[in-house]
T-cell receptor, first 114, second 112 residues
Framework: NAGVMQNPRHLVRRRGQEARLRCSPMKGHSHVYWYRQLPEEGLKFMVYLQKENIIDESGMPKERFSAEFPKEGPSILRIQQVVRGDSAAYFC????????????FGPGTRLTVT | AQTVTQSQPEMSVQEAETVTLSCTYDTSESDYYLFWYKQPPSRQMILVIRQEAYKQQNATENRFSVNFQKAAKSFSLKISDSQLGDAAMYFCAPGRDDKIIFGKGTRLHILP
């Protein structure tokens, strides 16, 4: 049973470009979470999705960031017009049920904005 | 707002010894969950242990156990018989039905 898959593992973008981060949850998991981790910091919650629904996006910056989890295919975190401050590791996690249950994490995508 | 404090940014322990990582949190909820996650140099986040706040019995997973003091809002992690593979960042993460909040982490070094 494959774990949570994230790609790419490393992504370099110039300021102003778009970054697209993909996450395929574990088989059978319908709950997906995105987190951001700055150096030497813990994970900060960004958004919680189920298939075709955004359940909670209270951790997402109001502008430039969006997320989706379509009926078919991976969850996508999109960052438009990236700035240097967006450089971070972005982790995706999935679970069978909601918040109280174990979240399985992907390996993360390290975004570097030059 | 829920807050988490891990007061030890770094700790070291001799291999085979026991170490305790501390965590305190603040919440107004009565029913919640508590997690410890481990992040080794590979950066993969791995669940170490999970505790439900309504349970009085402390959770245990092999060499890992917690000391959960609900009234004091304290949730410490004890690692017995430390091994080199335990070297990692450890994050305390209290959660409820709509969110998990991660602490800033404690970096654990294992001395051979």
């Amino acid at each position: 049973n494959a774990g949570v898959m994230q790609n790419p593992r490393h992504l370099v973008r110039r300021r102003g470009q778009e970054a697209r981060l993909r996450c395929s949850p574990m088989k059978g998991h319908s709950h997906v979470y995105w987190y951001r981790q700055l150096p030497e910091e813990g994970l900060k919650f960004m958004v919680y999705l189920q298939k075709e629904n955004i359940i909670d996006e209270s951790g997402m910056p109001k502008e430039r960031f969006s997320a989706e989890f379509p009926k078919e295919g991976p969850s996508i975190l999109r960052i438009q017009q990236v700035v240097r401050g967006d450089s971070a590791a972005y982790f995706c996690a999935s679970s069978q049920q909601g918040w109280g249950y174990e979240q399985y994490f992907g390996p993360g995508t390290r975004l570097t904005v030059t | 707002a829920q807050t988490v404090t891990q007061s030890q940014p770094e700790m070291s322990v001799q291999e085979a010894e026991t170490v305790t990582l501390s965590c305190t949190y603040d919440t107004s909820e009565s029913d919640y969950y508590l997690f410890w996650y481990k992040q080794p140099p590979s950066r993969q986040m791995i669940l170490v242990i999970r505790q439900e706040a309504y349970k009085q019995q402390n959770a245990t997973e092999n060499r890992f156990s917690v000391n959960f003091q609900k009234a004091a809002k304290s949730f410490s992690l004890k690692i017995s018989d430390s091994q080199l593979g335990d070297a990692a960042m450890y994050f305390c993460a209290p959660g409820r039905d709509d969110k998990i909040i991660f602490g800033k982490g404690t970096r654990l070094h294992i001395l051979p």
